[in-house]
């Protein structure tokens, strides 16, 4: 069955840093997401990206955050200088989005420190 | 008013025991629901997704949506203490717009 995959699973990172998280998306997919979890709360929503532009960001997606879709498979968020806020685990989810049954798809995360 | 409530517990059941688990929410809006299992520093897993009010059953898994109330439930039957696991309640207004989650619900099922 396919799935979203994430890489790196774990990435330590010292706060000032900029890190890029990788996302390889369902093949047939559309519409990619990316959102986070710090240790203890809900998942927030950070991104939704398709047809190669930004759908809707939230107001934790400051300057600070982008995404790409550099080639036709890898979907990435680079966080220009991270701050010790930043730690979390952070999902990308993919969705075709084309039937009444379609949704996200979550790959299993990211887990980000800044020290 | 917080968008979406779930109580966090953690939950406590025997194994074989049906297993309530339910949100609240108060945007009028939303129109997809979906119920996710994850497990401890993993991916929300999909379990079960439903479109506007309604039941829809899953083997021992039933989703059940009641816009009226603006409340969802997730039953499990016969639980195993495989179902052990955080469950999150999730939201949309359409389906690509992005998830609002619930804060989760911890299952412990007890052999």
């Known amino acids: 069955e396919p799935e979203v995959t994430q890489t790196p699973s774990h990435q330590v990172t010292q706060m000032g840093q900029e890190v890029i998280l990788r996302c390889v998306p369902i093949?047939?997919?559309?519409?990619f997401y990316w959102y986070r979890q710090i240790l203890g709360q809900k998942v927030e929503f950070l991104v939704s990206f398709y047809n190669n532009e930004i759908s809707e960001k939230s107001e934790i997606f400051d300057d600070q955050f982008s995404v790409e879709r550099p080639d036709g498979s890898n979907f990435t968020l680079k966080i220009r200088s991270t701050k010790l806020e930043d730690s979390a685990m952070y999902f990308c989810?993919?969705?075709?989005?084309?039937?009444?049954?379609?949704?996200?798809?979550f790959g299993p995360g990211t887990r980000l420190t800044v020290l | 008013q917080k968008e979406v409530e779930q109580d966090p517990g953690p939950l406590s059941v025997p194994e074989g025991a049906i297993v309530s688990l339910n949100c609240t929410y108060s945007?009028?809006?939303?129109?997809?629901f979906m119920w996710y299992r994850q497990y401890s520093r993993k991916g929300p897993e999909l379990l079960m997704y439903t479109y506007s009010s309604g039941n829809k059953e899953d083997g021992r898994f039933t989703a059940q949506v009641d816009k009226s109330s603006k409340y969802i439930s997730l039953f499990i039957r016969d639980s195993q203490p495989s179902d052990s696991a955080t469950y999150l309640c999730a939201m949309s207004e359409a389906r690509d717009d992005k998830i609002i989650f619930g804060k989760g619900t911890r299952l412990h099922i007890l052999p």
């Open positions: 945007n009028s809006a939303f129109q997809y």
């Open positions: 989810a993919s969705g075709r989005l084309a039937g009444p049954t379609d949704t996200q798809y």
């Open positions: 093949s047939n997919h559309l519409y």
